[in-house]
C-alpha cells in the first residue's frame, strides 16, 4: 500500500503540519454510497474500500480509494 501511495504522489507531506512521516492504518474501510439526502442506510451494494493514511506528526487523516490504487480488483456492474 505504501509503495502504490508513493508512486502516485512521490513528494507527499502532511497538507496540515507539512509532516512527512506518515503511518497505513492496520485495516481497511468501506464507505457506503448514498442514494440520496432523505435516508441513511449502512447496508447496500455500493461500496468504497480505502485505507488510511495518517500524519505522525499531528494525526490528520487522509482517505485513498483502494481500486483506483490498484491494490484490489474493480468491479463494475453494466445496468
Known sequence: ???ALIERIPDIS???C????FTIADGFALNPLQEGFQSFTMTGEKMIPSIYMICNNCGFMSQHALGLLKLIKLEVKEE
Open 18 to 21: 507539512h509532516g512527512k512521516s
Open 1 to 3: 500500500m505504501i509503495d
Open 14 to 16: 502532511c497538507p496540515i
